[in-house]
C-alpha cells in the first residue's frame, strides 16, 4: 500500500530536550516536505526536499533541522525545542512533477512543556 | 493580505444539501488542489485540477484560472463529511503549496 509514515504519532516532550520525528514513503517520491499545522493559521511549510541531499527553507524554518540521506527517509529534527513548537506536524511526498498530488502522513501531535 | 483565502470559514449543513466551498488565490499556479483533513487530523487529497471541472462520486471541483477560483461541490451532503476542507495552490512552476485556512464542514442528521 502506497504511504507515508510518520513516528511518533504522539509526542509529549519538555523544553530542550532532543527529538527525531521520523518520516517515510514507500512511492519512490523525489519531493518530502514538512508542514506544522496551527489553530487560525493553516498549514505552513517547514523544510522541503527535491531529492537526496537536497533539502531547503520553507516559510518557517527557525528551530528544524532536516537531512535527506535516502529518498524514502525525511526526519524533521528539534534540536531544542521549545513551547512555541508545539504543534500538528505533517510530512508530505509527491513524485516532483510540477503540481502533483501530495500524499499526507497521519501526522504527529508535539507538546512541549 | 493572504495568497489564498476560503470561505466560509464555518459551515453546517443537514443531510441532503448541497455544499459549496470557495477558494481565491492571487498566485500563478499550475494546478489547485483540494484536501479533506478528517476530525482525526489525517489529510487526504481530493482533487489536484488545473482547468474545468473534475468529479468524483458526491463532490465536484470547478477551476476557473482567469478568475483564480475554485469552488468545491458537495452533492447530497452525508454526516460523513463533516471534515475542514483545505485549498492548496504551488507557487507556479514549483513544489510548494500554499494552503488556504480551511473551511470547516458539519453536517447534521
Known amino acids: 500500500e502506497a504511504q507515508v509514515t510518520q513516528n511518533p504519532r504522539y509526542l509529549i516532550t519538555v523544553t530542550g530536550k532532543k527529538l527525531t520525528v521520523t518520516c517515510s514513503q514507500n512511492m519512490n517520491h523525489e519531493y518530502m516536505s514538512w508542514y506544522r499545522q496551527d489553530p487560525g493559521l493553516g498549514l505552513r511549510q517547514i523544510y522541503y526536499s527535491m531529492n537526496v541531499e537536497v533539502t531547503d527553507k520553507g516559510d518557517v524554518p527557525e528551530g528544524y533541522k532536516v537531512s535527506r540521506k535516502e529518498k524514502r527517509n525525511f526526519p524533521l529534527i528539534l534540536e531544542s525545542p521549545s513551547p512555541n513548537q508545539t504543534s500538528l506536524y505533517f510530512c508530505?511526498?509527491?513524485?516532483?512533477?510540477?503540481?502533483?498530488?501530495?500524499?499526507f502522513g497521519p501526522g504527529t501531535r508535539l507538546t512541549v512543556l | 493580505k493572504n495568497e489564498v483565502e476560503q470561505s466560509p470559514q464555518n459551515l453546517t449543513a443537514q443531510e441532503g444539501e448541497f455544499i459549496t466551498i470557495n477558494c481565491s488565490y492571487s498566485v500563478g499556479i499550475s494546478a489547485l488542489h483540494w484536501l479533506q483533513q478528517h476530525p482525526g487530523g489525517g489529510i487526504v487529497s481530493l482533487f489536484m485540477l488545473s482547468s474545468g471541472k473534475k468529479k468524483h462520486g458526491r463532490l465536484i471541483a470547478t477551476i476557473n484560472i482567469q478568475e483564480k477560483h475554485s469552488s468545491l461541490h458537495i452533492t447530497a451532503s452525508h454526516p460523513r463529511d463533516s471534515a475542514v476542507y483545505i485549498c492548496a495552490v504551488p507557487i507556479y512552476n514549483t513544489d510548494k503549496l500554499i494552503f488556504g485556512t480551511g473551511t470547516r464542514l458539519q453536517v447534521f442528521p
Open positions: 508530505a511526498s509527491s513524485s516532483g512533477q510540477r503540481g502533483d498530488e501530495q500524499f
